[in-house]
């Protein structure tokens, strides 16, 4: 297990500067007009809303000035079993801005604690964000209906409780675009526009996002009960989780021990699927990893442009804590910490619960392993495991370094070549400064291929698969962003919707989408999404 070191506070005091001058309170808003609407848009079952009241602050959003919908995820939409013409319509758009509450709602604030860069804040909880209520989708999985941007709230501290525009059409783009990929993530319903500005550094046009969630519950929220040494409610939140999200693991003599197992598990695969498809986290806090497994909380993140485990983006990681190749160690870290909250449920006297919390601990690099090692294969078009593949794998990837190759389209390009002609290796090996790089683990690629009994077009189809020829590119994000918060054009940002949509799909037609930015579109660094 990683131990805490001295400079992870250094880190915390950049975090902390970041949030002061990001968050400056604004002139408070209109004065709370919500209303009850008669008819039924969402089913809602609250199930978190019956736990204690010390779980959350019960609240209602604060209205804004001017509603105006920008995007409503119609799918997304219809698989929860919503209506999508009603969510667009004025008094949807309504609910969406936080200025209606929907029939059946329990608006609530959830209390969170967490480890900020590896620093200790006892009392988080959602600052800017209101729990509507749950609804159960087509597929039968509750999620919750949640609006970020949605107004003060007691666990505001330093903030004003609002988004701005820029940062949620971010989160939009980019949790679509992962769960495109078949990555587990909170999902985007819509994007409102609020008419009203909100301070950051310089004035920005305000906006609140509809985020749908398996649950919010994250590490951080058992860090808030063990904190306060309140055993009962980590019961119940134990509980709780265990009933929405793992209860196979109610079966087990030891539930919270077998929850443990399952969440590690979970976060095993899910940080895996990041590595595989280059994506970055920027912010991998304890209070932003969910005991579901989806990702949540899209601030500075961002996937990879060359392959580089170094790669930092955001703004306040001075020391890269949360690097690419970081991460798997990370996930463990944030586990370890849910470990340790989960103590005094898994009984029997203090060291045999330490013991069997170190144990689950200690199962994550395995996990990670075999996920991982799965995920690779797939990607170099290895139906079976032999040994050596982990070794070819690395070969490639200090290739890929040396020569600051193109994460996304060099796997994306080795799904096109066959396994025996090497002529039509010209487009891979302009992504290598030194093509011979490519050349020299080509051969090695290749003789391993002879070994898989699978023919050309299947292998490719198979790899085409599973390495995107999209991804939402960080100059095409800022692109779209740029476009919508200066000039409300927002018609960038629904065709890179529409492009990110369909990721393994060829499509000549939006082949700039494809490419990796020419070097002055590159995007050194991403900010806090507050
Ligand atoms: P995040 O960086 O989004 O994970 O947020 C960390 C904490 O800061 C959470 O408790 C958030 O609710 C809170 N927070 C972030 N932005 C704001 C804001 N504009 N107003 C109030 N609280 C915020
Ligand atoms: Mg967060």
Redesign the pocket.
Known sequence: MRQRRPLEAVVALALSAC?MT??QQTAPGPPMNVHETPSVLFAFDNSYARLPDRFFARLNPSSVRAPRLVRLNGALALHLGLDPEALSAPGGVEILAGNRLPGGAEPLAMA?A?H?FGNWVPR??????ILLGEVIGKDGVRRDIQLK?AG??P?????????ALGPVLREYIVSEAMAALGIPTTRALAAVTTGEE?AREQLLPGAVLTRVAQSHVRVGTFQFFAARGDEEALRLLADHVIERHYPEVAKSDQPYLALLDAVVDTQAKLIARWQLAGFIHG?M?T??MLIAGETI?Y?PCAFMDFYDPKTVYSSIDRMGRYAYGNQPRIAQWNLAVLAQSLLPLLGDGKDAAVARAQDAIDSFPGLYNAAYGEGMRAKLGLAQERSGDTELAEDLFTRMADNRADFTLTFRRLSDLPAKDPETDTEIRKLFEDPAAFDDWALRWRKRLTRENIGDEKRQAAMRAVNPAFIPRNHLVEEALKAATAEEDFAPFDTLMTVLASPFEDRPEFSRYAKPPRPEQVVQATF???
């Open positions: 949030t990001k968050l969170y967490g900020q988080l909880g959602d600052g800017r964000a941007g003060l709230t666990f505001s501290r330093m903030g004003d409780g609002r988004a909100v912010v806090n209070d932003n909380d601030g806090c999404g507050t």
